[in-house]
């Protein structure tokens, strides 16, 4: 109950990840998991597949990282996919 899980998958996740994070997204191998910091908060991202990720977020911090996920959503979306 103290934490959220956000699914993400698609052409260009590795890429919306990398906007708010330090750590290369790529990096992590199928099936491994790693605390990161994501705009300064620690999260626990999943790699499910070659562009599936899940990120646990706490339930306090979800509505910020919900944010940053949707507005790095609609910056990737006015630029032309690679």
């Known amino acids: 109950g103290r ?3 956000f699914a993400l998958d ?4 590795v890429e919306l990840l990398s906007v708010g994070m330090p750590r290369n997204p790529d990096s992590l191998s199928v099936g491994d998991a790693k605390r990161i910091n ?4 620690t999260v626990v ?5 070659l562009l ?9 911090f979800a509505p910020h990282v919900l944010g940053l996920l949707q507005t790095g959503c609609r ?3 006015a630029e032309p996919a690679l």
């Open 3 to 5: 934490e959220v899980t």
């Open 10 to 13: 698609g052409p260009r996740t």
């Open 38 to 41: 994501l705009d300064g908060l």
């Open 45 to 49: 991202l999943w790699r499910d597949g």
């Open 52 to 60: 599936e990720f899940q990120m646990d977020v706490w339930n306090s």
């Open 75 to 77: 910056e990737l979306a």
